[in-house]
């Protein structure tokens, strides 16, 4: 059969060695690809798997650290019959212990590595509770075990209940030179039982704090990991001279709710800085007392410093005889997933970081006792609803006043700054709407930021105006491109310099020698859109 043109071409084809060439290359670069990634793929799981091996080694192998003598005075927890299973209840022993440290004037009660499950017990004056590496105590989670106390002066009734309140896990009233501190041992509140009978509201009492020491003096807590708190997580209550550092504090983003973090409340002289906070809701509150209750106890909460920066997220890897500090963390369940994690060994931290599913650093909303001269420098907040904010309402009366934010970082927040009048949540119908709270001497200076969908939200109102407000070296990524990024509503202030995005007409503007460039015709604008 004679062969049509088309095969006889066919037939007769030469090959094409470009296309050989551009074959095989391609053939070539799909391979190189599958191996890079496979080998990069390899190497991870080998890191991990090194990590692993190196923090079992450590854990294990290793000898334990010898536990210092902070006191003239110690004990184990095993000497007073204790048992670490996880089992054994410890309540008797703790109590002995604290008991005979008591008698003697002070000492310090050391806590093994172990499991030691109990239910509240309190502490006394001029003593150190030390918890060493891998010692976690256990709170017993069913609330019969749970001893009830009366409402809070300041507040005059349970913050979730009318009537008593359950106490905490590690209570202390009326006590000076407390100090909790150890190789990063654990207080672990056992809270998930806690969240889920208070969401199908199963409990007739409001939750207690993990830890909270009322009307004391010369408090220290460092080097200490505190998770899974029923409610508030560490809560000094008209304290003086509290120091908090080296502390790490957790629980569930989701479904933990009133988790905070640190909550001063009514409390002076206090310092909060290098520790790492990831919980439910904000990770430090500062409060002084609610409405009517709050306004007649008065006390303020003054002269506070919180020192923190950015640590989520980052390694600071370095084996060395003297420095040990690797964090690489994973958010959604606090677990360390390489380097020398915190359960393990000591560390050298100068910043702490927040992961919230509420605010960074809140003032209020029970603030009627005052609250004043407060620092907060050096803050990353990361993936939270809001940075900082301010929050208050009609019958809160008191004043928030002398406030200084610097050097703050917003990474993927929804709102970073917030100043909030209408939060109208109280105790009963015994306040008076009358009592309104003075907001002035508001300063924000060096914000920095990526992701930020809505910058500042400053909502004051006819009866609440939020005075003396400045701004100053700003300059914050945003997601959302519309007008009205930057909000306010009854606020009078100052932009000193140039800041983006472009402040609300509300404030003046000054230049950076602090002259006035234009003056606002009016503080009342209402510039507030709650749809972004």
């Given amino acids: 059969m004679p062969e049509t043109p088309s095969r006889i071409h066919h037939h007769h084809r030469k090959p094409d060695p470009n296309r050989w060439i551009a074959f095989l290359l391609s053939s070539h670069q799909t391979l190189l690809t599958v191996l890079w990634t496979l080998g990069f793929a390899l190497i991870i799981l080998w890191q991990r798997s090194a990590v692993d091996r190196l923090l079992l080694l450590r854990r294990w192998a290793s000898p334990p650290r010898p536990i210092p003598r902070l006191r003239t005075v110690a004990f184990n927890i095993s000497d007073f019959g204790a048992v670490g299973d996880g089992v054994t209840v410890n309540t008797e022993a703790f109590e002995r212990a604290v008991l005979e440290i008591r008698k003697r004037g002070g000492g310090q009660l050391n806590v093994l590595p172990g499991y030691w499950l109990t239910a509240p017990f309190n502490l006394t004056s001029h003593m150190t509770l030390f918890l060493a590496e891998n010692a976690v105590i256990l709170g017993i989670d069913d609330e019969k075990y749970w001893p009830l106390m009366p409402p809070l002066p300041s507040y005059g009734y349970g913050r979730e209940c009318p009537g008593p309140r359950y106490g905490s896990l590690i209570h202390g009233q009326n006590l000076k030179d407390v100090v909790i501190t150890g190789h990063n041992g654990s207080i672990n509140g056992q809270g998930k039982t806690w969240w889920e009978k208070y969401r199908k509201k199963l409990l007739n009492h409001t939750r207690g704090p993990l830890v909270q020491i009322m009307w004391s003096s010369d408090i220290e807590i460092s080097h200490i990991t505190l998770r899974d708190s029923p409610f508030w997580t560490l809560h000094p209550y008209d304290c003086s001279n509290v120091t908090i550092r080296n502390v790490t504090i957790l629980a569930p983003l989701s479904e933990a709710p009133n988790t905070d973090g640190i909550d001063p409340d009514s409390c002076e002289n206090v310092v909060i800085e290098d520790s790492y906070i990831s919980v ?39 084996v060395t005889a003297s420095t040990e500090n690797c964090w690489v963390v994973d958010t959604h369940n606090h677990e360390f997933l390489s380097g020398c994690t915190l359960p393990f060994l000591g560390y050298f931290l100068t910043e702490i970081s927040v992961n919230l599913n509420s605010a960074g650093v809140s003032i209020g909303s029970e603030m009627s006792g005052g609250v004043s001269n407060i620092t907060v420098e050096n803050l990353r907040v990361w993936n939270s609803r809001r940075a900082v904010r301010i929050k208050t309402s ?110 609300c007409e509300n404030l003046d503007l000054y230049d950076e020698q602090g002259r006035l460039v234009k003056q606002s015709t009016s503080q009342n604008i209402t510039d507030i859109d709650y749809e972004i």
């Fill in 280 to 318: 439910g809701d904000d990770g430090i509150a500062i409060k002084s007392g609610w409405d009517q209750y709050g306004i007649a106890y008065g006390r303020p909460s003054a002269n506070i410093l919180i020192r923190i920066g950015d640590l989520g997220l980052k390694c600071l890897y370095s």
């Fill in 394 to 503: 009609p019958g809160r009366g008191g004043y928030v006043r002398d406030i200084t934010y610097k050097n703050l970082t917003l990474d993927n927040v929804r709102v970073g700054i917030v100043i909030k009048t209408d939060y109208n949540e109280h105790p009963d119908e015994g306040f008076d709407p009358k009592a309104l709270p003075i907001i002035e001497n508001i300063n924000f200076i060096g914000i920095r930021g990526q992701g930020v969908r809505i910058p500042v939200r400053i909502y004051g109102s006819q009866e609440i105006p939020v005075r003396n407000v400045t701004f100053r070296d700003m300059s914050v990524g945003i997601t959302y491109k519309k007008k009205r990024i930057f909000q306010c509503s009854f606020v009078q202030g100052r932009v000193i310099g140039s800041i983006f995005p472009s402040a």
